[in-house]
């Protein structure tokens, strides 16, 4: 009897059962920089959520494995996560590369899966309870791009040719399918549309072919490592055209602006967020607040402007989801995500086609005047102007682009 007390103490000492999220996210490889924001992020919903209770009287718990920054890695692991670890909850990881191999996992489970920063990642599954953290609405591989090209087409006169420069991966691939349709549509001629591998080092041969062609208008779909070698090869050899820029993924991490410095000017980027005072939705900058005093002992980007509101705010919606429908089932929770609208740190979120946000919200910038490599002028709005959207301008483009020019 005195034992049966004893563990029926212990076991109440111990309290609920934690609700277990699992995903696969890149701690190590090209995309760990990035990645671990996204956690920190993630962290930090979770302490608020147990600080006040957990979700429907429990806590959660955060399980998650690194993916290295390869997409092989990924199917093991969210078999690991659903089949072993028995979780309650799947997320995607960081970028479409990191997300498309999970996806017939997720499937084959039947389970609701939020994904992160992934690209059209669900237009040739189109399954019902796969929804979207990405700001390009329901037509996302044009979206990526459309205000790259509205920009494009201000300038005077107009141009007439276009090069398209992308990594032969998921994302830039999904990318540049858009670009060519916006292209299609605005009248402009493609002088050159070539990949590289994701392997590529050296960019020298790729951005000398580009020039080659004397295009008045460069897109290029990268990612951070190939940011950083794109840019760098263009201010080697002096390119100049009128425009330059596009899905450059990096730039908006501190790691990169720092490492970059003055070869970014004049870069034209599609960025997701950034915090110009017309886009300071209730919380953000509370949340940035907190994620920032944070950053530094957890060795992560130190501004937190480009995952981290994002991954906040897709804890948001599942937290709003499960508190509205007081179940963990993962159906109900999709019906529920699909036909209601969430208020994050990123604004009102609501969802239409294949999970996509039901409305483009993409912020195009440009970046003007960095001289040397510091970071605290990165701080500074006037670094990086808003070109679109319209209510949130707060510069003019300067054209034409010259590699390295201050």
Excluded at 16 to 25: L, Y
Excluded at 304 to 317: C, D, H, N, T
Excluded at 351 to 358: H, L, P, Q, R, T
Aim: charged share 20%.
């Amino acid at each position: 009897m005195v034992l049966l007390l004893c563990g029926l103490a212990s076991s109440r000492a111990a309290g609920p059962e934690p609700i277990r999220i699992g995903f696969g996210e890149s701690e190590t490889g090209s995309l760990a920089a990035i990645g671990k924001s996204g956690i920190l992020a993630m962290e930090i919903w979770a302490e608020k959520i147990n600080a006040t209770g957990g979700l429907l009287g429990r806590p959660v718990k955060l399980i998650y494995y690194d993916t290295q920054s390869n997409p092989a890695n990924v199917p093991g692991i969210y078999v690991k996560l659903l089949d072993v670890d028995h979780v309650d909850f799947v997320l995607s990881g960081y970028a479409t590369n990191m997300t498309a191999p999970a996806m017939p996992i997720v499937i084959g489970h039947n389970k609701l899966f939020l994904t992160l920063f992934a690209l059209a990642v669900n237009s040739e599954f189109h399954y019902p309870r796969c929804f979207a953290m990405l700001a390009t609405g329901p037509d996302p591989k044009r979206a990526f791009s459309q205000g790259f090209f509205d920009i494009a087409m201000s300038l005077t006169p107009k141009p007439k040719t276009l090069a398209i420069l992308g990594a032969d991966a998921e994302f830039a691939r999904n990318a540049t399918d858009g670009a060519r349709l916006n292209a299609k549509a605005a009248g402009l001629r493609i002088v050159y549309d070539g990949n590289y591998p994701p392997t590529t080092t050296d960019y020298a041969p790729v951005v000398r072919a580009v020039r080659a062609t004397n295009p008045d208008v460069v897109y290029v779909a990268s990612y951070p490592s190939d940011t950083a070698g794109i840019l760098r090869s263009a201010a080697e050899m002096g390119l100049k055209v009128r425009l330059l820029g596009g899905s450059l993924v990096g730039l908006a991490t501190a790691a990169m602006k720092t490492q970059l410095g003055p070869l970014l000017n004049g870069v034209v980027l599609g960025e997701q967020w950034v915090p110009a005072p017309k886009l300071q939705f209730p919380g953000v900058m509370d949340f940035l607040t907190a994620y920032r005093a944070k950053a530094a002992a957890a060795g992560v980007d130190p501004l937190g402007v480009f995952l981290p509101p994002f991954a906040y705010a897709r804890m948001q919606v599942l937290e709003q989801a499960v508190k509205a429908t007081g179940t963990l089932d993962d159906g109900k929770l999709a019906d529920y995500i699909r036909t209601h609208t969430f208020k994050t740190v990123v604004g009102d979120i609501a969802y239409g086609k294949d999970g996509e946000w039901a409305d483009s919200r993409l912020v195009w910038t440009q970046f003007q005047g960095i001289k040397g490599n510091d970071l605290a002028q990165f701080e500074e709005p006037a670094t990086e102007v808003v070109l679109l959207p319209k209510m949130a301008r707060s510069g003019e483009l300067i054209t034409p682009y010259q590699a390295g020019s201050p």
